[in-house]
């Protein structure tokens, strides 16, 4: 059994709530941040740790925090995105129903360390009952004196609100968020200046996923070192999975991240195998914005080494032949899945989320919709494929926000690696409505990786 | 044309929104009030609806208009009195959503954006609703029903029925 640092105690009859929550060592490490470590401690443990971003970036967590303006006499705001609106991620959802007082007590210790007097959840609107459960946390936890004025007698004081939102992916991008929570559309902002410098209101701001913050109460507990233990390399501690599409059994892992795709999506611990004792056709590792990968290159590096469940080697090969471990939102496809069909509503996905303010994102992502919408039924014409690609090459590094890129980067990754299905659409337009392309050579193992040469 | 006015218990929920916000961002109490207004005034937003709220926040007209529409949970026209909101996204499309989506219009006999002529439901696609590993799967209300079958989806319209009764 792999080890576990955030769920270890969901399962726990109860740990919803405050007494069982802290009768099985909850708020212990927000006491150790409080009363024995202080700020600049608890900023030096979460670099040491090496956590990266869980929210797909993974962009380092500690220096993020290093980066906050400590302007005198402004406040600072500590902002947790819990929007989870990449297509395949269900992973904060169960973290915030199931063990609340992780977060918040997650927050609390980020906030001291930041120097922030008030925090803000900001949560899709979609899940629309879990304000209730984080409120509830939230007032317990104040009623136990771990929130408001004095904490434990240190003079820290803070405050934590919960934020609905009202459907808009690109409220998971934090200056879209930020804007959001100002009570405006949620157009992402030019950066620099970054929320470090001018972020909500116009004052410092840190925006962390649900699972960053969550993970700093386990860091500050058994320490950075103790933390980078877990993992490989520079993919320190665990990380949360959330596995769906076609396989035994879908739902939210928490992986050590040491172990194989392949034991993930086929030991009985994790995924099962596939569903109905079908083929591994695809796989998309880490959120639809990422690399959609054959089972022929999902399971092994295009060097013919195991793909392991890091951020390093499920990048391995760039985008050529590689993705990446994004959100942790991780869509199985088996041997009846239509590669073509999964694109289009990615497309359709995306031509609705994007919220306009750039020209190749607000009319690439439909028109890449629109061909590829033609390509599925049957009405496609060769040169449509190559047109998809010219599109979204257009889109990407075009836009203010990674949303243009996130659009792009599925459609690149279907065709390069799935072009044959597409060319099926086109040539067999009748067969197209009626089958599916099937498993075709998408699992045949790799020819051996041709000798440097010399 | 009923009034639209909020109860005197919505009006201090009202307040206790704006409170979250320092003095001077109650435009921040925008998306949590329209939610609001929307459960209170019949499922939608409509002019009027919108122009109370501005209103209430002393922002115009026009900044709740802009976010009203940029939302896709803020209803701009009446829906029936149960919304089905099926999602239709990858995860939700590998494991069948397409053929809840056409059970249900069936069993309805309404497209996709239309109501029921008794007014009860409303069928709307949507797109990812974060509950992947549980597809297909709809909100309704508050709440998702999730692993949804032809039968499930039965009960849940039977369910709905029984409760306008």
Redesign the interface.
Known sequence: MGRKLLLDKAHIEGIRYYDTYRANGGYAAAEKALKSMGPEAVVEEVKKSGLRGRGGAGFPTGLKWSFIAKPEGV?RYLVCNAD???????KD?YLMEFIPHLLVEGLLISSFALGANRA?IYI??????IPDILEQAIAEAKNKGWLGKNILGTGYDLEI?V???????ICGEETALLE???????NPRIKPPFPAVKGL?GCPTVVNNVETIAAVVPIVNIGGDEYIKFGIGKSTGTKLI?????INK???YEIEMNISVEEFIYSDEYCGGIKGGKRLKAC?PGG?SVPVLPANLLLKTAKGETRMMTYESLNDGGFATGSMLGSG?F?V?DED?CIV??TL??A??YH??S?GQCSPCREGTGWMKKVLHNIEYGKGKMSDIDLLWDIQRKIEGNTICPLGDAAAWPVAAAIRHFRDEFEWHVTHPDEALTRNFGLAHYADPLPAPAPAAV | MAVVQFSEEKLNKVKEIIA?Y?EG?Q??????V??LAQEEFGGWLSAETMDYVAGL?Q?TSI?VY??AT?????NLKPVGKYLFEVC????C???GSDQIIDYIKNKLGIGVGETTPDGMFTLKT??????????PMM?L????REHLTPAKVDEIIAECRAKAN
């Open positions: 406040p989870e609106s990449e297509p395949g991620t269900f959802r803000y899709r609107g979609e899940y629309a009952w609100f934020q609905r939102g009202a459907g808009a992916y959001s929570l100002e009570g405006k559309r949620g209101w959330s596995a769906c599409g076609n879908p739902g939210v998309i639809s939102g869509i496809m899945q069909r999964n509503t990615f359709r996905f609705h989320e919220c | 979250r320092p961002k435009k921040s109490a925008l998306i949590p329209l939610h926040l922002i900044e802009e976010v940029f939302y896709s949970m803020f239709q996204t990858g995860p499309m590998v494991s949507v797109e990812c609703l974060g509950a992947c590993g549980y597809a909100q209300g508050k709440h998702f």
